[in-house]
């Protein structure tokens, strides 16, 4: 009777894990959505109130800061790819316009390790997407 049980509770957790990934996906939990950077452009915070950037491939919101808003000190990096940026601490526009660390000082990648760090642990910024092109080196 116990094996009975215990291969009935298998099974269903096997049905469970086979249909819960389609259905999941239809409804869009638990798949993350692939922005490219025209589509992340537009989460700026002036053509929509949310904003977003990226960092080392992931898009997070961080629309509850206020430093990332129109007008504030790191508005640059809003609607951005902001990894190079944010690894050299730099707000020079051409540091936003690629992905690829392969160049960064180890210092450099420290530093990007460290803000990534802080968005996902202190900030507890959620994780909304990840950057189309990020794995490409762009």
């Known amino acids: 009777m116990l094996l009975w049980i215990i291969l009935i509770a298998v099974l269903a957790l096997v049905m469970l894990y086979l249909f819960w990934g389609p259905i999941s996906a239809a409804m869009g939990l638990g798949a993350l959505k692939e922005f490219t950077r025209e589509e992340l452009s537009e989460y ?17 919101d961080v ?22 940026g944010l690894a050299k601490m730099s707000l020079d526009p051409t540091d936003l316009e690629t992905s690829d660390t392969s160049r960064l000082k180890e210092s450099e990648v420290a530093c990007l390790d460290q803000w990534f760090k ?4 202190h900030y507890k910024y959620p994780v909304v997407g990840v950057i189309a092109d990020s794995r490409k080196g762009a």
């Open 63 to 84: 629309s509850k800061s206020q430093s990332y808003r129109p007008g504030s000190n790191y508005n640059i990096f809003a609607g951005k790819d902001a990894t190079v």
């Open 118 to 121: 802080q968005f996902k642990e």
């Open 44 to 60: 700026d915070g002036r053509k929509r109130k949310e904003v977003y950037l990226g960092c080392k491939g992931f898009v997070f």
